[in-house]
């Protein structure tokens, strides 16, 4: 009972936050950089200065002797996934704040924003496996639980496998949909995955980073264990040699996960535990908006 109480103060701690952040800074945000389906034509009306010389419909104009435009609803209502890593490495946080925390407060503030517009949400679980598949809906329940099932959820499984859970996202979703992939993308082989995924759906990958991850303190002899795999190693971080080895590792593989998003044209937001994202995130909803109107 006590732990259920805990996740319920947790969600609802989340969800005050992460509505304020929607009202005050969000929300037109959202909407200006994710595009609904398409645009449907609504009606024809007489040209007005400052209109698209490119929306002329000239046969009615033909017709009137003077010029009309034609106007266009956007198709608005989306599809957004959250593809959230669930793994034991997202249990990790060096501070007061886990990975998996962050990964839930992240996913609340994109399906808030979402369903404020109108958008259905859903999210897939995993690691190894696809642990939960929550289909899309409306409403802001649907949301609440959401964020509860990522907070409280026991995977069944140890390890990551990104493959299996992008294989896995293309074939439950028929139709195009806005997906966030939410994971510290410690894994091997999804390149294909990836690029097939990239081909049908607006893909965004979303990585959750914690500092520990990419620099060693200088504190002694330090205990390492992989959480996935439960193998340990004991490193001595007085060794300026080895703390500059472990973030040379941390940043060749960074860029390596970067030049593939890049190659896929794949947009990326990267967040990190303890650290405030609403920068980070308002910058990302500034360049998609930049993109959509290129």
């Known amino acids: 009972m006590d732990k259920t109480k805990e996740i319920l103060r947790k969600v609802r701690r989340i969800e005050i936050r992460t509505n304020r952040i929607v009202d005050s800074m969000l929300g037109g945000a959202y909407h200006s950089a994710f595009r609904g389906r398409g645009m449907e034509f609504e009606e024809v009306r007489e040209y007005q200065p400052g209109d698209e010389i490119r929306s002329i419909d000239w046969n009615v104009t033909a017709r009137a002797g003077h010029p009309f ?3 266009f609803r956007e198709e608005r209502e989306l ?3 959250t593809l959230v890593d669930v793994s034991p490495s997202e249990r990790f946080g060096s501070g007061s704040q886990e990975k998996a925390e962050l990964a839930a407060e992240l996913s609340a503030v994109l399906t808030f924003s979402a369903i404020r517009n109108g958008d259905k949400v859903g999210t897939i679980l995993f690691t190894d496996v696809v642990e939960k598949f929550i289909p899309p809906k409306k409403g802001k329940q649907h949301v609440l639980r959401l964020i509860r099932e990522i907070l409280d959820f026991k995977p069944r499984s140890r390890g990551t496998d990104l493959e299996e859970a992008l294989r896995y996202l293309a074939k439950v979703l028929r139709r195009r949909a806005t997906v966030f992939l939410i994971s510290d993308f410690i894994a091997t082989d999804y390149e294909k995955a990836l690029a097939a995924v ?10 959750i980073s914690d500092p520990r991850e990419t620099d060693l303190p200088d504190a002694g002899l330090i205990t390492l264990e992989d959480a996935e795999t439960g193998e340990v190693v004991v490193v001595d971080s007085r060794s300026a040699k080895t703390r500059e080895l472990f973030r040379s590792r941390a940043a060749d593989a960074r860029t390596r996960q970067d030049d593939l998003l890049k190659s896929l044209k794949i947009d990326e937001l990267e967040v990190t535990t303890g650290k405030p994202y609403i920068h980070e995130l308002s910058n990302f909803f500034r360049m998609r908006e930049k993109k959509m109107y290129r």
């Open 69 to 71: 435009v034609k106007l």
């Open 198 to 207: 990239r081909g049908k759906h607006d893909l965004i990958a979303v990585r």
């Open 79 to 81: 599809t957004v996934v």
